[in-house]
């Protein structure tokens, strides 16, 4: 039972040293850069909600809440984020609770740029107090005792300070960002006297938009709107690069897809295409609703996919009276 413990430890170790990954992070881009604190210049709130793997066996769930506002005065915003990921059939749990700030620069009279950081501590356990090992047990009364001697004694939880940043650099239709996390590789490790830190996730992204429609003569052209998406992300040897495209109406109703690559042919497969994802969302007073679901292409097998629900509220819901040119244009 000892050795497949460790085995278990390993494995596990490897799968959960990675960031859990959204797929509307075109819709709630605070999930994947924390420079969007306070980015449309008002107060707001929000949450979204990730199920995978549903028909796998292994059923894992995401969960994502976030609040900032932007304070005018001090061209920042201030937000508080938290994350809960679970497992299943490993009783893994992670939560983390983050603050943010960012500051609002202007280069020019076009280009604006948004340095953040982030700074808190995260919990994880694997619900290691289910677990007997072979000293606790005496053959001969069938006592259980409730402690152990085992030299890989496990620690129940692990509690870890973490630190990261994200830039961004926006216009009045188009930004580009780059997230660094974990930029003081925190010990994660559920073992005592073991260091292992978590490895550094990096995001390469952006949202440029085509000039496809805004700079028609067609009457509709105000209107409509298409971006290119891209979002590059790696953490170890794991790399995934997300491509697609959005079609926004009116900043009222958006439709869009996203192709997920493995460029590295890393991870439970070597297909090059892993996923094929499609999101849709809609604008009403002042909240925002987003629903995505990924179809598995891989040869992994069967995984019931995957389903995202977003809700989010701006409590400034007529933001005709702010200079929109100052935001950040995201749906």
Known sequence: MKYSLILAL???????????????????????????TGALRSTK????HRS???????????????????????????????????ESESKYNFNQINLNYALAIQLNEDWFVRPSVSVGFGFKDFGFQNILLEDQININTGFIHPNTMDPITLNDSRT??????SLLFNNENSWVGL??????????????YEDTPLDIFISAHANLEFPLYRYSNNRYSDNNSVYFLSNFMMQSKYSRLDI?????????????????????????????????????????EGFKFGYSY??????????????????AYDFSVNLSYLNRFKCVRYF
């Open 10 to 36: 390993f494995v596990f170790g490897k799968i959960y040293s990675q960031d859990p990954i959204f797929t509307q992070t075109f819709l709630v881009p605070e999930t994947i850069n924390t420079s969007f």
């Open 45 to 48: 709130l929000g949450m979204i």
């Open 52 to 86: 995978q793997w549903t028909s796998f066996g292994v059923k894992i769930n995401t969960d994502f809440l976030y609040i900032d506002s932007w304070f005018e005065g001090v061209k920042s915003g201030i937000g508080i984020t938290f994350l809960k990921h679970t």
């Open 160 to 165: 870890f300070f973490d630190f990261s940043s």
């Open 179 to 192: 997230t660094l996390r974990h930029l003081n590789r925190p010990n994660i490790s559920m073992t005592q």
């Open 244 to 284: 697609g495209s959005q079609y926004v109406y009116d900043n009222k109703f958006t439709l869009g897809f996203l192709i997920a690559t493995n460029p590295l042919k890393t991870g439970l497969s070597n297909d090059f295409i892993s996923s094929f994802d499609v999101f849709a969302g809609i604008k009403w």
């Open 294 to 311: 990924d179809i598995n292409t891989s040869n992994i097998g069967l995984t019931g996919g995957v389903h995202e629900f977003s809700i």
